[in-house]
C-alpha cells in the first residue's frame, strides 16, 4: 500500500532527473556535505513498473544486517553514488508503508530522514518551488 504523497506523484508525474550543476551555489538549501541530495531532480525516480523492495536488489550493504525492519523497504528512487531513497513499513504492520521518506546510505549503511524537498509536489509546483 503506497504512501498517498507517493501515489500521488506516480499520478501526477515523477521528477525528472537533471545533471547535477557543481558551479550552482545559488540554492539557499545547499548542503555542502551532500550536494544534490536537496534536490528531487538529482534522483532517478523509479516508475511504478521499476519500484523494488530493498532485499530484492541483491545488494543491500549493512541496511538489513543493522535495520532488520528495512528488508522489506520500498525503493523509489536512487542516486549516481548508490543511495536510495524509499518508505519503511509502519510499526507493526506488515503492508502498509509509512509516509516519511527516507534515504538508504550505501557507503554508511543509515537509513534517514531524506533531506530531499519538494519531492511530493506536481510538477508544475516543483518547478516554481525552483525558481
Same mark, same amino acid.
Given at each position: 500500500m503506497l504512501p498517498p504523497a507517493y501515489a500521488e506523484?506516480?499520478?501526477t508525474g515523477l521528477p525528472t532527473y537533471v545533471e547535477p550543476d557543481d558551479? %550552482?551555489? *545559488?540554492d539557499e538549501d545547499h %548542503? %555542502? *556535505?551532500d550536494p544534490g541530495a536537496q534536490d528531487p531532480r538529482q534522483w532517478h525516480w523509479?516508475?511504478?513498473e521499476r519500484l523494488c523492495m530493498l532485499d530484492d536488489i541483491g545488494d543491500d550493504g549493512d541496511w538489513v544486517a543493522s535495520?532488520?525492519?528495512a528488508a522489506r523497504?520500498?525503493?523509489v528512487a536512487q542516486d549516481d553514488g548508490g543511495d536510495y531513497l524509499g518508505f519503511l513499513l509502519r510499526d507493526g504492520s506488515d503492508l502498509e508503508l509509512d509516509g516519511t521518506l527516507m534515504?538508504?546510505?550505501h557507503e554508511t549503511g543509515e537509513i534517514l530522514p531524506s533531506a530531499v524537498r519538494n519531492w511530493a509536489l506536481p510538477p508544475h509546483a516543483r518547478a516554481a518551488s525552483t525558481r
Open positions: 506523484l506516480l499520478r558551479g %550552482d551555489e *545559488s %548542503d %555542502d *556535505s523509479f516508475p511504478r535495520h532488520p525492519e523497504a520500498l525503493l534515504h538508504f546510505k
